[in-house]
């Protein structure tokens, strides 16, 4: 969602045939996932001024969650402001515009908003680690339930979460959506090469 979207300075059709556009670009114009008749969970990666979140709109259930690895001591609407209720009233209008059947439910819950076990007080950097690892390990089922690999906030999770950066850096480098992946390998056999040639090759 653009600043727009939330600060009122898009009308409520503008708001919505840009989130339509956007969803129908992420499917790809397949009708099977625009429908969302069979998507158990449906990810919203959200950056609120310099900080990642991840709100998660579980369809099986029809529940509304808010994972988000900072532990707060202000209330809801005092750490995310209006952005979260925006998010889930524009996505109700769509789910009701495909006629699907959960947008009432989804309409009806209140957001979840778990202090997660790893969550972290002093990290300020890595919270777009923790939104990709989030999307990549939460199933939906009960929370408590729910372990993603990652520990409590100490040297051994920035060393989880360092290991987890190289990962989904490589996945992203090498993805044939990238399309500086030849340049990128290039590149990295180009490296390879000098370091070789300096005798520190692998």
């Known amino acids: ?14 708001c919505f045939n840009l989130f339509v556009a956007n969803i ?13 008749k069979n998507v158990d969970l449906v990810f919203f990666p959200v950056i609120q001024g310099s900080h990642f979140y991840l709100i998660c709109f579980d369809m099986k ?5 808010l994972l988000d690895n900072m ?9 995310y402001g209006e952005f979260p209720n925006k998010l889930k009233s524009i996505f109700v209008e769509y789910l009701k515009s495909i006629g699907n059947v959960k947008a009432n439910d989804i309409e009806e819950a209140d957001f979840e908003a778990p202090e997660l076990k790893w ?23 009960h929370l408590s339930r729910w372990d993603c690999d ?11 979460l360092t290991k987890l950066r190289k990962k989904y850096v490589t996945k ?8 500086q992946k030849t340049k990128v390998l290039l590149d990295a056999r180009s490296y390879a090469n000098s370091l070789k040639a300096l005798g520190r090759g692998y």
Do not use: W
């Open 172 to 179: 992203l480098l090498l993805s044939n959506e990238n399309k």
């Open 24 to 36: 129908e670009e992420v499917v790809s114009g397949d009708r099977k996932f625009r429908s969302l």
């Open 61 to 65: 259930i029809g529940r509304v969650i």
């Open 150 to 160: 990652i520990c409590e906030e100490n040297r051994a999770q920035k060393f989880i």
């Open 71 to 79: 532990i707060y001591t202000i209330p809801f609407e005092g750490r």
């Open 119 to 141: 969550g972290t007080r002093k990290n300020v950097v890595d919270c777009g680690i923790f939104v990709m690892r989030h999307m990549e390990t939460f199933a939906g089922g």
């Open 1 to 14: 969602m653009k600043d727009g979207m939330v600060n009122g300075s898009m009308s409520h059709i503008d």
